[in-house]
């Protein structure tokens, strides 16, 4: 069974554009969590999709948003970079999502903003 | 509100000798715990679970965390080092509150191991 697939592995882009990050989750699963990694905050959670629905959000202005599609795959969007949105965004994904589930994670995304 | 906090950034150890990762949690739940792990360029990885079934857990790798409700602690501890431990640790509770998993993420502690 393949694993949680990020694209892309690598992302450099400047101040004040957008960018489009990419998560396949194992197959079978619904949830997909998204993570940024950074090494001044740490990790930190973003955002939650189950079934294309958004159930849980994270402290994170709204510049940082994200979809679910039919087939699971989610895409995390952010809008008008800044040069602290630089990080590694992990995706990843479980069955359902409840409480005490196990995470798959994927390799990450790593977004420099320059 | 829940919150791990990692006692050490940085630990060093030499193969073969004994590993201890400290964590200490706060929640105002029952809490789910866990201990992640983090090779370089690479994604986390489950190491082992906390979730009131028993208070010592044994995870892959031949790596075991004891929860102490009495101490609010979660320590990872593995007997024997290996060169292939070297990575970052995390210690995770689950937040929840929102019925859903949402982690929160210690700080993360460093493991070196010399030969």
């Known amino acids: 069974k393949a694993g949680v697939t990020q694209t892309p592995r690598y992302l450099i882009k400047t101040r004040g554009q957008q960018v489009t990050l990419s998560c396949s989750p194992i197959?079978?699963?619904?949830?997909v969590s998204w993570y940024q990694q950074t090494p001044g905050q740490g990790l930190q959670f973003l955002f939650e999709?189950?079934?294309?629905?958004?159930?849980n959000k994270g402290n994170f202005p709204g510049r940082f948003s994200g979809r679910q599609f039919s087939n699971s795959r989610s895409e995390m969007n952010v809008s008008t970079l800044e040069l602290g949105d630089s990080a590694l965004y992990l995706c990843?994904?479980?069955?359902?999502?409840?409480?005490?589930?196990?995470?798959?994670f994927g390799s990450g995304t790593q977004l420099s903003v320059l | 509100a829940q919150s791990v906090t990692q006692l050490d950034s940085h630990v060093s150890v030499s193969e073969g000798t004994p590993v201890l990762l400290r964590c200490n949690y706060s929640s105002s739940y029952s809490p789910s715990l866990f201990w992640y792990v983090q090779h370089p360029n690479k994604g986390l990885q489950l190491l082992l679970k906390?979730?009131?079934?028993?208070?010592l857990v044994k995870g892959i790798n031949g790596f075991e965390a004891e929860f102490k409700k009495s101490e609010t602690s979660f320590h990872l501890t593995k007997p024997s080092a290996h060169m292939s431990d070297a990575a970052e640790y995390f210690c995770v509770v689950s937040d929840q509150a929102g019925g859903y998993n949402k982690l929160i993420f210690g700080a993360g502690t460093r493991l070196a191991v010399h030969p």
């Open positions: 999709y189950f079934s294309e629905t958004q159930r």
């Open positions: 990843a994904s479980s069955p359902d999502g409840t409480t005490n589930e196990k995470l798959f």
């Open positions: 906390y979730t009131s079934a028993a208070t």
């Open positions: 197959s079978g699963h619904r949830s």
